[in-house]
């Protein structure tokens, strides 16, 4: 069973930074993916960024295209968002989920998922 464990987050002023971290364990084999989505409120969960570490691949979402940075230490199966030059609009509950194959934007392709950690950032 895969699982996941995310750390990091918190509040921050327009234009500051923050740093999630995701922990997988339970991988059977170097073929997975971790992504993280965010969930406004009122909002549906969606994509943020995600890590294929089959070929080192990653995906970004339009909106934090430039501005976030998603990176991993394989020997930790730990995969961190680096996310710069916040607004209001990144405002959320994010989620990093765990896949035993390339990355997705669907979320019900997801195996697992982390606790959700929260991000505000004020104007």
């Known amino acids: 069973e895969v699982q996941l464990v995310e750390s990091g987050g918190g509040s921050v002023q327009t234009g500051g930074s923050l740093r999630l971290s995701c922990t997988a364990s339970g991988f059977p084999d170097d073929d997975w993916s971790i992504g993280w989505f965010r969930q406004a409120p009122g909002k549906e969960r969606a994509g943020v960024s995600c890590?294929?570490?089959?070929?080192?691949?990653?995906y970004y979402g339009d909106s934090v295209k430039d501005r976030f940075i998603i990176s991993s230490d394989n020997a930790k199966k730990t995969v961190s968002l680096q996310m710069n030059s916040l607004t209001p609009d990144d405002t959320g509950l994010y989620f990093c989920a765990g896949r035993r194959t390339v990355c997705t934007w669907e979320t019900w392709l997801y195996e697992s998922w982390g606790q959700g950690i929260q991000v505000t950032v004020s104007s």
């Open positions: 890590f294929s570490n089959e070929g080192g691949l990653k």
